[in-house]
């Protein structure tokens, strides 16, 4: 089992004949994912490399393909509206890639697309393990298996996942919720996902400082979750306070937000938060085998 | 992108919310000048973003030509002193001469985003003119918070709800729901993160004047206000910001520390973990340096010349894990910076996986440089190099 | 039984100290209706004539005293502003007899407040007589009984029912949905309403020339009430295509909303409709002598 | 509030709306003196609110200024004629001249709002410059419709479909999207309940143009801009409107029949029931008039001197059924108008009942007038004495 995305998940890229789009659909057709097409406006009636259809709109594609989830290629100024189309064409799960959304596109569309799970934006999308792929990660490194993980950022996702399956363990589903201040997808809702999922036995939770999110899921995981095993992970313990560092999700301010409080709310909740990514496996066997 | 008082007020007026009469100005003669031609009670107030400026001297009150002369020199005379956010202080470049209120109360408003809430939340507090913060540890009931439901945006109920909410003074009341609007409508229109009045003045002939403005917008939004791009130019970017800016990255991707270790990654999360690395490998990080997704090579010869000419970095680990960053073009980068550059050698730790990660490490193969497996490793084997 | 609105129904008025809201709120009171409060800005911590508690905001209203239903006396400019409020404080029921409310305000509210029920604007409001009043409806023409009565038009609702009353036959619940070219709700709302209240075994449908309520209204008696006794009238049989009379509701345009293009979707629908209001009680007579 | 073509077009210029060069004359001379100073060539439209221009030969064409000159005479020299909608024709008063395009394709855009779904709804045909309600008939499934959630509002992708969907030109595809968004922004700004663009032209060399501008605004919403007040002044009321204005009611309040018996009610459906009820009698109605909601006395003598002296009434029967308007106020105003009015007298038949109906029937008692019981029985009562 995996959340959010299988083998049987009719895909479709939205900006499908652009340079990432074009790219990444035929990592994501290789991986195994079941993409049915695409679009570019004007572009209606070609084929892609892949064979794959192209449509002017989003609405032809899912009337064509019964396509229920997007994948997102579009640049910044036309990420909401990329958005918005697939969301009154009825599809009900988007990955938005798009790095440089405005924060207030998206927290309009977060407010007003009620039933359409979102997906980042600024993400690199999420992997089943040996089913699918949506976004830009590289699948070489999941393997199949029952740990689901959840990281705001794109890179060190896959840092602990390449150490997962080098220390053999599996993934049911892996994803980047984006490292935006507004997303479209917490690890809340992710992590209420994989309590549902019963092929889900483990979860690793990889944030970083700024915002309250890891807050917020410590707080989840004491109330709902406390027999099942997590390992957290603080990314930016040794970022200076008042700095902003890269994304703008890495920005301290107040209380919450600090490295401190964040691995504090872990500690509280029973999940062991890792020094460095390459303890998570160790914990993780730990956690497993206590359970067990 | 955050603005000086003098350009949020701009923005104030367009919106619609009522400003006192006010000049910019550089220097201190036209401070003079001003006062010259208009008649009135002036408070001179330098423009800096950071700030605690009353505490630090840099609000004074002025009368006549003259006193707005001399305390405009005065003011100008020395920079903003450091405090924890701001260890340089900040360079005061220009003034606002501001008409002087007759004060009756001062009170807090300002709007922002909630993450957790996903909404833009609306803050009102009786507590005006000191530090938010304060008077959220001191008086937390005293701040009355409306979420705003984006579908239905700002609707005047919400400002007569917050008045009453928190207490205001009745003599706000009437003009508060309008105000709370137009701070709403600016917010959204420019794209702001946060627009905050404070303090909101009530005069003692019972009119309402924002007294300062705080507006940061959105970087990420500035395309749609060209102007802005014009009004960038007049903030101050400290050092870090415009030698990133002039590498080509965005200004919040490069910061330098004091260590010996030059760390540079794609990604701010595995550019932190990086950093993290190297410090639990016992070694000081010169610099945090994210390369930005799908940099091609280069990005990636531009980040090795600014890494090695600007910092103390006595060794360099470059942590590249491809996704939409793709292996082959990182390799080129680095050989090309290794071939090309004037800037001095150091010695290069490079740990390089994920996509095109073969056709990456051919490349690196050829010019004679062999990648780490792990950051761990690279992080420990870049600690000693620089030793 | 009665929809919408019974004796429990804890209702305030906003505008209470205006005059309208004032006098409205009187002669409501003196209905039986279960007023338990009103709004004006300014005014909260005063008692009305009746000894009412008066409140700053519908919040600090819902607070104190729980109530549910809103009963909204507010200039045009302000109703979508009382609508809101309403709304955002928990009401799930108002009333909105403001007339001349701009349709966009209108449009804005009613795609934005999903769970509240607006009827109006610009309408009389509803009784369920013997038990609740909310609005401007003149009580005493009212009397119990099981009719449920529907219209678009004020003065029209007064005099149909009493007719109804004159002959003898009660109402469960009468009410004047407004002339408005958008309005909350519509005659399909509270037919589907009384469909599925048990006490109310026939309905009268007072329609009136121009846009497309009546027909939507025939398509669903003849889909789902096709048992129901239910009698239709068309006010405005008699005006001249092409004039717009009174309130925008009465333009007639296309096909849909001539006089004949509404009595032959009733008919179709097996609704007999009445030649003047005079007749209803005489055929509604009928069509429940054949149905019992 | 209809709109005339200029004035629509000065609204499109605002949002954004490509619009053809153009100059509004009020007379011949200004036609000549506008093509005089600007070289091209020009189409001179009579400006007018009824449809039917072209046919009627009220658009002509002029390349010089006397040419100018000429057709403008010609079309200001009689007004539009008579149709269904119109039977009175309309006058002439000014007319505008417009650059000529170079057309390559017309098509039709319109935004409106659909009473079921209570939504606005774009609509897109590859068929324009004709009428919509011809195209709907002939080519039904060319009309492209889309239902705009008021939540979100409008998005690009919205026009997009649309082009697609009509199959539209390719031509028109990459400016559609802000034309149309352009179109929801005056729709939604300035609270229209239609806006339409017949013809949408695609040009020779690849622009699009609205050639015409049809807006309806929302009277309901006029007071959010006062300058319409202003334009209004500049639009044609027909006499019934002037009529009803002048007595202080809403111009769609009342209108004259051919018949001799006059009626009023409160609320439009009781007037219209009013109405039907003397049609049933076997009379003929003489006007509709409903004196709204909580008419007070005043209003009461106005619409009672309304009807006596300009319809061909011979009585007339007043229908009131109090809710909030009070029958007490109802009677003071016809007690007033038959002592003070200075207009002849005819019959009076009162129907009074609903909120306080007793303190009216008593106030009517001591003026020596009885009202009767029923809508039939006040109607057959009026048929009788009308004879």
């Not at chain 1, 560092?245 to 490295?259: D, K, Q, V, Y």
């Not at chain 2, 910019?24 to 700030?51: C, F, N, P, R, S």
């Not at chain 2, 009786?126 to 609707?155: C, L, N, Q």
């Not at chain 2, 939004?221 to 870090?240: C, G, I, S, T, Y």
Request: proline content about 6%; aromatic content about 6%.
């Amino acid at each position: 089992m995996s959340i959010f995305l299988d083998k049987n998940s009719k895909v479709i890229v939205q900006g499908i004949t652009g340079a990432e789009g074009s790219y990444h659909t035929d990592r994501m057709v290789k991986y195994g994912t079941h993409v049915v097409g695409g679009v570019t406006p004007g572009k209606g009636g070609q084929k892609t490399p892949q064979g794959l259809p192209v449509f002017d709109t989003v609405k032809d594609a899912v009337e064509a393909t019964g396509a229920t989830h997007t994948c997102i290629f579009v640049p910044p100024p036309f990420a909401a509206d990329a958005l918005y189309e697939a969301y009154e064409a009825g599809i009900t799960f988007a990955v938005c890639i798009t790095e440089g959304v405005p924060v207030h596109d998206m927290l309009k569309v977060v407010g007003t697309t009620p039933g359409m799970r979102i997906i980042g934006p600024n993400c690199p999308g999420l992997v089943s393990p040996g089913k699918a792929s949506i976004g830009i990660m590289p699948g070489h490194v999941f393997t199949p298996g029952k740990v689901g993980l959840i990281s705001r950022s794109g890179t060190l996702t896959y840092e602990v996942v390449d150490l997962l399956t080098r220390a053999g363990i599996g993934q049911s589903t892996c994803i980047g919720i984006g490292g935006d201040p507004i997303i479209g997808t917490t690890f809340v809702d992710c992590l209420r996902e994989f309590k549902n999922d019963p092929e889900t036995t483990a979860v690793v939770v990889c944030g970083e400082i700024g915002g309250s999110d890891e807050e917020d899921a410590a707080a989840f995981i004491s109330r709902h979750m406390p027999e099942t095993p997590i390992v957290g992970f603080i990314g930016g313990r040794n970022a200076p306070p008042g700095k902003s560092l890269g994304h703008a999700g890495a920005i301290i301010s107040g209380n919450f937000g600090t490295p401190q409080s964040k691995i504090a709310a872990f500690k509280a909740a029973g999940v062991p938060v890792a020094d460095r990514p390459s303890d998570i496996p160790r914990l993780l066997a730990e956690r497993l085998a206590v359970t067990v | 992108m955050n603005l000086m008082e003098y350009q949020g007020k701009e923005l104030f007026k367009r919106a619609g919310i009522p400003v006192p009469r006010s000049g910019h100005a550089v220097d201190a003669h036209q401070v003079a000048d001003y006062i010259e031609k208009t008649v009135g009670e002036w408070v001179v107030k330098a423009q800096v973003l950071m700030g605690g400026r009353g505490k630090a001297g840099k609000i004074k009150f002025a009368n006549t030509a003259d006193e707005g002369r001399s305390v405009a020199t005065d003011i100008l005379a020395t920079p903003m002193p450091p405090n924890r956010q701001n260890p340089k202080g900040e360079p005061i470049n220009s003034l606002l001469v501001e008409e002087k209120l007759p004060i009756a109360k001062e009170a807090y408003c300002a709007i922002t985003i909630d993450r957790t809430a996903k909404k833009p939340v609306i803050m009102v507090s009786r507590f005006g003119g000191m530090d938010i913060e304060e008077v959220a540890e001191k008086h937390p009931d005293s701040i009355a918070k409306f979420y705003v439901d984006t579908a239905i945006g700002y609707s005047p109920f919400i400002g007569r709800e917050l008045a009453f909410e928190s207490e205001l003074d009745a003599g706000y009341r009437k003009q508060l729901p309008s105000i709370v609007g137009a701070l709403y409508d600016l917010f959204f229109r420019y794209g702001a993160k946060l627009v905050e009045i404070n303090p909101l003045v009530l005069t003692t002939d019972g009119k309402v004047y924002a007294s300062d403005a705080k507006v940061e917008l959105d970087d990420d939004a500035l395309f749609r206000n060209p102007e802005f791009a014009e009004w960038q130019k007049h903030l101050p970017l400290d050092e870090d910001e415009q030698l990133a800016s002039k590498a080509g990255l965005g200004i919040r991707n490069f910061r330098r520390f004091d260590g010996n270790v030059g760390t540079m990654a794609n990604g701010a999360g595995l550019a932190m973990a990086t950093m993290d690395a190297v410090t639990n490998a016992g070694g000081k990080i010169a610099n945090f340096l994210d390369v930005g997704g799908g940099a091609n090579a280069e990005r990636v010869r531009n980040c090795y010349e600014l890494v090695v000419n600007n910092t103390g970095a006595k060794a360099f680990f470059i942590n590249i894990f491809g996704g939409i960053t793709r292996g082959d073009e990182v390799a080129k980068g680095i050989v090309q910076a290794m071939e090309e550059t004037s800037s001095r050698k150091i010695p290069l730790v490079i740990r390089l996986t994920g996509t095109n990660e073969e056709e990456g490490r051919r490349i690196l193969a050829k010019a004679g440089m062999t990648p780490v497996e792990t950051m761990d490793e690279g992080a420990k084997r870049a600690v000693e190099l620089a030793k």
